[in-house]
């Protein structure tokens, strides 16, 4: 068994002593590691935190602002991130934005308006995807704008999707109908539409779902899930004869959809899953997210009984989400 007060202090030993940044950025995302590997740690790593953050090295620090979120209380975290908002290197103000975008807490809305005045527009969006998870619009302009980045498009999708302001309607349509847009990106975009009422996104994604016509496409199995998420017409009846095809690759998408359309009728579909035969793990443990989501009494009463079944790494997952929607 690996002794990880060993590991943690070669990577302490190659802070001090290494001159190669790649190695000392290495070193710095072990400890990374060993604090979110088990939580139990965090007492004897916590002092290792202000080592990370004095660092020389910006990818260093950037990491031990990642740290942070491992090893510091519910309650000294924000004020933590927090006042990353004075940093003088964007990298590690960025992280900080997007730690505390990902913490989803009311009390985190004035840290959060700061970093909307930062001046790298990578912060700002991170604060503007935190206002939204909060349903607040202050960061819907810097969302917009960000619909035109290549590499923030699809999250700014799915922010825009969560905040659910109509006015971002006329610039996600006209997304939506950009000739070459990737097509991971045009069926987020018709996710968009659906859960802002537009009928054409719905419509999309119960086509771009069809077995038939789009098996091969990479996007199809975000459509499946995304035709329950947004109750697109037709949805149930789509994700139906998908989850219960052997064939079809999309049948764990199909279980997440049937459970985000929380219709209890998937029920039985869903527990089909979760019992058949030989299916690999990964669909039976899309089936069990599936019922979880569905949040049927009986269903969350057969996942709870069949986590032994399951892989460690399957139980963790499950454990998480049970904990996470009591």
């Known amino acids: ?22 190695l000392r950025a290495e070193a710095a995302e072990l400890l990374f590691y060993l604090a ?3 939580a139990s740690r965090a007492p004897e790593l916590a002092p290792v935190l202000p080592r990370l953050l004095a660092d020389k090295q910006v990818a260093v620090r950037r990491t031990g602002v990642g740290m942070a979120t491992a090893v510091l209380s519910a309650e000294e975290l924000p004020g933590f991130l927090a006042a990353r908002a004075s940093d003088e290197e964007s990298l590690v103000r960025l992280e900080a934005a997007g730690r505390m975008a990902d913490l989803v807490r009311a009390d985190c809305r004035g840290s959060l308006a700061r970093f909307l005045e930062d001046s790298s527009f990578e912060v700002r969006f991170e604060a503007a995807r935190g206002m939204a998870s909060l349903q607040h619009p202050a960061g819907l302009e810097v969302l917009l704008q960000a619909l035109d980045k290549d590499l923030l498009r699809f999250r700014a999708l799915g922010a825009l999707a969560e905040l659910g302001d109509a006015r971002a309607l006329p610039a996600v349509r006209d997304l939506f109908h950009r000739w070459l847009l990737p097509a991971f990106d045009r069926t987020q975009a018709a996710g968009v539409l659906a859960r802002l009422g537009d009928a054409e996104g719905a419509a999309w994604l119960i086509k771009r ?11 199809r199995a975000l459509a499946v899930e995304l035709c329950g998420e947004v109750k697109a017409p037709g949805a149930l009846e789509r994700l139906h004869s998908i989850v219960v095809d052997p064939r079809d690759k999309c049948r764990g998408a199909a279980a997440r959809g049937l459970g985000r359309l929380g219709d209890a009728r998937a029920l039985p579909w869903l527990l089909a899953l979760l019992d058949e035969p030989g ?37 963790s997952e499950l454990t998480e989400l049970i904990q996470e929607m009591p």
């Open 36 to 38: 979110t590997e088990d």
């Open 209 to 219: 779902s069809e077995p038939r016509r789009w098996n091969w496409a990479q996007d």
């Open 279 to 315: 299916v690999p793990e990964d669909f039976r443990l899309d089936a069990a997210e599936g019922l979880w989501l569905l949040a049927v009494p009986e269903g969350r009463a057969r996942v709870r009984a069949a986590l032994p079944a399951f892989s460690a790494e399957a139980r």
């Open 1 to 22: 068994m690996t002794d990880w007060r060993a590991e943690r202090d070669r990577a302490l030993f190659s802070l001090e002593h290494d001159r190669d940044p790649r």
